[in-house]
């Protein structure tokens, strides 16, 4: 059985607070269902693609974030125009943090 989980727009508010209390900008690129919509996090530093992070079901039915989509530019906006032709219910939430690889860490730590 799977763990219930915040609303997704509770929880990309709080990332969107996350982003700018360390510092970063916040901005919804897409809004997609207030309950029950994925999220797709663009992580940039200082305007840079760092990582495209996801909210999936892992193996145990738990929901967790995970690194998602291609690694480099332009495929990641080839690849979000896609993902949200195909899930209009898909939120993407671009964070440009001022040390990325940290957030992802904190983000995706499991602990």
Known sequence: ????????????????RRATACGGFAA????GDAERGALVLIITERGSHVAILERMLDA????????????????PAEWLER?????????????????A???IAETTSKG
């Open 1 to 16: 059985m799977t763990e219930a989980r915040l609303a997704a727009s509770v929880e990309a508010s709080a990332l969107m």
């Open 28 to 31: 919804i690129l897409a809004r």
């Open 60 to 75: 145990s039915g738990a929901y967790e974030w995970q690194e998602s989509g291609p690694k480099s530019a332009p495929e």
């Open 83 to 99: 993902r949200r032709r195909n899930d209009p219910d898909l939120w993407l939430i671009e964070l440009d943090v001022p040390d």
């Open 101 to 103: 690889e940290r957030f």
